[in-house]
């Protein structure tokens, strides 16, 4: 699915994780209902989006780095300056201007790099949290699995049912410790992940074990971004309308 399909079937899931969520635990005012509802939607968006980040040119990889024309720029950019910079030192004309002209080389390479980089920050960070901090062991795993991310294939270890699992318990238990819009983030998340591997099961492609990589599951019932995946788009969009109709009539 592309990210047409992917956002709408993560907009369904989280509609209704919502509605179950407020039937379980009723809020007082419409505006916390609508607040709890919210929170819970967006993140089962940014959670549906958020495991083709090992995609290079995926949506969510999309928004951490710059477009392919401007890559291709900053990587012909950064052996320019970097190649101008050891010329300038190796003919003795200038240290300190080679310098200058290394470290532009070296920004313009960073710039073309830019999301395995903010990728591995990311996950640094999270290591820190659990090593320094004494943060939740899910911080661990997602800081191990930011690291990875830009050299893993698509649709390998982050699109693994197993890889899903430990998530979701792990920001299950975090989210639990918590209330309100902690527990609704991590809720959301956790519905959009799972929305996002149900609607890779439609493609050719599909999702398959990771300790039994011979198990796969590929309905192959319609090419990404075809007809198919826009009719079900509307048909997600369609049903998370009908959901919270039925749930304000209800209340």
């Avoid at 300790?211 to 590929?218: H, L, R, T």
């Amino acid at each position: 699915m592309n990210k047409q399909g992917h956002s709408a079937l993560a907009l369904l899931a989280g509609s209704a994780t919502s509605v179950a969520a407020l039937t379980a635990s009723p809020m007082s005012t419409t505006l916390e209902v609508i607040g709890f509802a919210g929170v819970i939607c967006a993140a089962s968006i940014m959670g549906g989006l958020a495991p083709d980040l090992d995609h290079k040119t995926s949506t969510a990889s999309q928004k951490i780095q710059l477009s392919s024309g401007k890559r291709k720029l900053m990587r012909a950019l950064s052996g320019i300056f970097l190649f101008i910079g050891f010329v300038l030192i190796l003919l003795g004309y200038s240290i300190q201007a080679g310098a200058i002209w290394i470290g532009a080389g070296i920004m313009a390479g960073c710039l073309a790099r830019l999301r395995t980089i903010i990728l591995i920050a990311s996950g640094t960070l999270m290591l820190m949290g659990y090593f320094v901090y004494d943060w939740h062991w899910v911080a661990l795993f997602t800081g191990i699995a930011l690291l990875i991310m830009p050299f893993v294939k698509h649709r390998w270890i982050i699109h693994s049912p197993e890889f899903a699992i430990v998530l979701s318990l792990g920001l299950f238990i975090f989210g639990s410790q918590y209330s309100g819009w902690v527990m609704a983030s991590c809720l959301g998340f956790i519905a959009g992940w799972w929305s996002h591997l149900f609607g890779d099961i439609f493609g050719n492609d599909g999702i398959r074990s990771l300790f039994v990589p011979k198990f796969k599951i590929a309905l192959r019932l319609f090419d990404n971004g075809g007809a198919a995946e826009r009719m079900i788009s509307k048909l997600c969009h369609l049903l998370s309308i009908v959901i919270w109709g039925i749930y304000g009539f209800v209340l």
